[in-house]
């Protein structure tokens, strides 16, 4: 956006091109559930954590 201000006029510029923007995500997010909003102009991103997977620990009896 761009503002310029006069004495007896102000003139606002504003670029409605389109772009694109990609990247990596780590392995640790989980993609099936990555959400995207947009709202007055703000792109919000949600990027959740996959679930650890949790070992069951066992205790083995020594004789």
């Known amino acids: 956006e761009e503002k310029k201000e006069t004495d007896k006029q102000i003139r606002k510029e504003f670029s409605y091109h389109?772009?694109?923007r990609s990247?990596?995500?780590?392995?640790?997010?989980?993609?099936?559930?990555?959400?995207?909003?947009y709202v007055n102009g703000?792109?919000?991103?949600?990027?959740?954590?996959?679930e650890e997977v949790k070992m069951a620990t066992k205790q083995i009896e020594i004789k």
């Open 42 to 50: 703000v792109l919000k991103l949600n990027l959740p954590k996959k």
């Open 23 to 37: 990247f990596t995500v780590d392995e640790k997010i989980d993609a099936t559930k990555i959400d995207a909003s």
């Open 18 to 20: 389109s772009f694109k």
